[in-house]
C-alpha cells in the first residue's frame, strides 16, 4: 500500500526559513534510511504559501485568492509517498523520523487499485494468461 | 498502548527489523538457520519485555541488542560444547574476546550483511523455488504461511522448503560473503533472476482470495530497489527495478471494469501508475548512465520504457522497439525475440517488412509448436490481402493453442478471412 506523509507548515516554513545543517543532515540520514529500505516513492517541499494561490470554484465563476494563508496548521510545506506493506509500517517509519518542537506530521493511506481476487474466476484467468501471450507479442 | 497495540507494534518492527538482524547475525554464526533462531530469540525477549516495560525508544536497536546477547550465549555453548567434545582444557577467557567479535560484527555497516545475506539466498546450489522462498523469508521478511500461501502451496510444504533449503546451505558450506570477481556477474544474475521471478509470480497473480499473491509485485520491487541502494554501481539491478516499476505501472489498466483482461494497446493509458513510471524512467536513467552497452535487464526496461512515454497508442515509437529487439536478441538469441522484432518491424515499415522476418523464422524448430507463429504470419498476411493464406495459418493457429477462447478467436479470424477471399 501507499501512504502520503503530509508534513504541515510552521511559522519557520511559511517565513522561507531554511531548516539548520544540523536538521538538514539528520533528515538527509532519514531519507537515506527509506530509499534504502526501498519505502521511498516521492518527496517534496513545497514553496510558502506566498508563493501560492487558492482558487474557489462556483458555477462558471473561478476566483482567485493570493498567498499567504494565515491559517499556518491547516497548511502544507511538503509529503512524502512511501511504499509499505502495512500502515502500522509506516507509522513504524514515521516515529523514527528526526522531527521535534511540536510538529505535527499527518499520515493518509492512498486510494489503491480495488483487490481484483473477488471478482476473478478461474475462467478469467485462463483468459488473462491468453492476453498476457498477445501482449507479450507486442511489448516486452 | 494496549497490549495488543504493543504486540501490532512489535511484529512490524520485527518485520522492519529482521532482514538486518539475520544478516548481521549469520555473519558471526556462519549458519543462517542458526541466526534466523537468534533472531526469533530477540523477538520472544521483545513480546516478553515491552508489554510490561513500553515499547522502546529505538525498538530497532533494542532488538540488535538483544540478539547480539542471544548471540553471544550461543557462542559461548558454542565454544563449550566444542571445548568438551575436543577435551580443550582451556579457558574461554584466554580466548579472543568473542563479545568484541560479535560487537564488531553487528556494528559494521549493516549493508554488506545485507548483500550477503541475499547473495547466499540465491545461491545457485539452491533450487529456483528454494531461491525464491528464502529470499522472500529472509530478505522480505515474509512468514512462512504468507510464503505458502503466495505460492499456492499448504503451509508445511514452505515450511519444509525453507527448512531443506538452509541444510542445503549448510551442506554445501556456502560461504558468506558477496562473491568478487567473475563469480559476481554469474551470482548477480542469479539474485536478480529471483527478483524478476517473484515478480512475474506476482504479475500472474489473479486468482484466488489473496492479497499476498498480487503484494508479490510490490515485494519484488521493494526487494530490487533495497538491491540499487546495496550495489548502486551495477547497472542490471537499475535496469530491473526500471523494468519491474515500468510493467508494474499497467496493472491497474490490465483489467477492465467487468473484470476483462485490456491489451497493452487498448489500456487506458491515464490509469497507469505514472509516479511508478517516472520512478522506473529514473532508474533506467541511472542504468543507462553507469552501462555503456546495455544488458538484458536495461533492454528490456527500455522496451517497457518505449510504451510508458507514449502518451496514445499510435505514439508508440515501434523503429526504436525493433531496434531494442535487435539488440536483446544479440545479447541473448531467442526466436520467440525474433518474433517480437517481426511485429515491431511491421508496426513501424509495414506488414510485409514484418512477414519477410516471419517467414526466415518458420524453419525454427523452437518455435514448432508456438501457435503465435502462425497466428502473427496469418495477421501480417491479412493486413497485405492475402486472404486465402491468412486463413490457412489463422486455422493453423488455432489448431495448435490449447486455450479455448484463443481458438474461437483465430477461427473466427480464419472465417473472416475466407469471406474476404471469397
Redesign the interface.
Known amino acids: 500500500m501507499r501512504v502520503m506523509v503530509l508534513v504541515k507548515a510552521d511559522k519557520d516554513s511559511e517565513a522561507g526559513v531554511m531548516p539548520s545543517e544540523d536538521m538538514l543532515t539528520r533528515m538527509g540520514a532519514y531519507n537515506e534510511e527509506l530509499?534504502?529500505?526501498?519505502?521511498m516513492?516521492?518527496m517534496d517541499g513545497l514553496h510558502p504559501s506566498a508563493k501560492g494561490l487558492r482558487m474557489r470554484f462556483s458555477g462558471a465563476e473561478r476566483m482567485i485568492t493570493d498567498g499567504p494563508f494565515t491559517e499556518t496548521k491547516e497548511l502544507l510545506a511538503g509529503f512524502w509517498?512511501w511504499?509499505v506493506?502495512?500502515f502500522?509500517?509506516a507509522?513504524?517509519?514515521l516515529k523514527r523520523a528526526p522531527f521535534d518542537g511540536g510538529t505535527e506530521i499527518e499520515l493518509r493511506p492512498v486510494f489503491e487499485?480495488e483487490?481484483?481476487?473477488?471478482?476473478?474466476?478461474?475462467e478469467?484467468?485462463?483468459?488473462?494468461?491468453?492476453?498476457?501471450?498477445?501482449?507479450?507479442?507486442?511489448?516486452? | 498502548m494496549s497490549a495488543s497495540d504493543t504486540h501490532r507494534t512489535i511484529e512490524t518492527v520485527f518485520r522492519i527489523e529482521t532482514p538486518k538482524l539475520i544478516a548481521g547475525l549469520a555473519r558471526v554464526t556462519r549458519d543462517v538457520s542458526r541466526a534466523e533462531e537468534l533472531a526469533q530469540d530477540a523477538l520472544v525477549a521483545a513480546l516478553q519485555q515491552w508489554p510490561g516495560e513500553g515499547v522502546p525508544r529505538n525498538p530497532g536497536a533494542w532488538l540488535m541488542q538483544a540478539a547480539r546477547h542471544r548471540a553471544l550465549d550461543w557462542l559461548r555453548r558454542d565454544k563449550m560444547l566444542k571445548r568438551k567434545h575436543e577435551e580443550i582444557g582451556r579457558d574461554l577467557d584466554e580466548e579472543a574476546d568473542p563479545i568484541a567479535e560479535i560487537e564488531e560484527a553487528l556494528d559494521d555497516e549493516v549493508g554488506d550483511d545485507l548483500l550477503r545475506l541475499i547473495f547466499t539466498a540465491c545461491h545457485p546450489v539452491l533450487a529456483i523455488e528454494a531461491r525464491l522462498a528464502l529470499t522472500l523469508r529472509l530478505i522480505g521478511g515474509l512468514t512462512t504461511e504468507e510464503i505458502a500461501r503466495a505460492f499456492l502451496v499448504p503451509e508445511p510444504t514452505m515450511a519444509q522448503r525453507l527448512v531443506r533449503a538452509k541444510k542445503a546451505l549448510a551442506e554445501a558450506n556456502v560461504p558468506y560473503e558477496v562473491p568478487h570477481g567473475p563469480e559476481l556477474a554469474e551470482r548477480l544474475g542469479s539474485v536478480l533472476e529471483v527478483v524478476y521471478l517473484i515478480f512475474n509470480e506476482g504479475y500472474a497473480a489473479t486468482t484466488g482470495e489473496d492479497w499476498v499473491r498480487p503484494g508479490l509485485c510490490e515485494e519484488a520491487m521493494r526487494l530490487g530497489r533495497i538491491l540499487a541502494g546495496l550495489a548502486p554501481r551495477e547497472p542490471e539491478v537499475h535496469g530491473l527495478v526500471a523494468l519491474m516499476e515500468l510493467q508494474a505501472s499497467r496493472l491497474r489498466a490490465r483489467i477492465g471494469q467487468d473484470g476483462q483482461p485490456v491489451l497493452l494497446l487498448d489500456q487506458n493509458r491515464a490509469l497507469w501508475d505514472h509516479l511508478l513510471i517516472s520512478h522506473g524512467l529514473k532508474a533506467l536513467e541511472t542504468a543507462r548512465g553507469l552501462a555503456p552497452s546495455p544488458g538484458p535487464y536495461v533492454l528490456q526496461a527500455e522496451l517497457a520504457a518505449c510504451h510508458a512515454r507514449a502518451g496514445k497508442a499510435e505514439e508508440t515509437d515501434w523503429a526504436r522497439i525493433a531496434a531494442l529487439y535487435g539488440a536483446l536478441g544479440a545479447l541473448t538469441p531467442s526466436p520467440v525475440i525474433e518474433l517480437n522484432r517481426a511485429v515491431a518491424v511491421a508496426m513501424a515499415e509495414g506488414p510485409a517488412a514484418g512477414l519477410a522476418l516471419v517467414d526466415a523464422l518458420a524453419a525454427a524448430p523452437a518455435l514448432k509448436n508456438y501457435h503465435l507463429l502462425p497466428s502473427v504470419r496469418a495477421d501480417l498476411l491479412a493486413k497485405l490481402g492475402r486472404h486465402g493464406e491468412a486463413q490457412a495459418e489463422f486455422s493453423r493457429a488455432a489448431g495448435m493453442t490449447r486455450n479455448r477462447r484463443e481458438r474461437d478467436l483465430l477461427l473466427g479470424r480464419a472465417e473472416t478471412a475466407r469471406k474476404a477471399a471469397g
Open positions: 530509499v534504502k529500505a526501498g519505502v516513492l516521492a509517498i511504499q506493506r502495512s502500522d509500517e507509522i513504524e517509519w487499485m483487490d481484483f481476487g473477488e471478482v476473478l474466476t478461474p478469467l484467468r485462463e483468459q488473462e494468461e491468453r492476453v498476457r501471450a498477445e501482449a507479450a507479442k507486442l511489448a516486452s
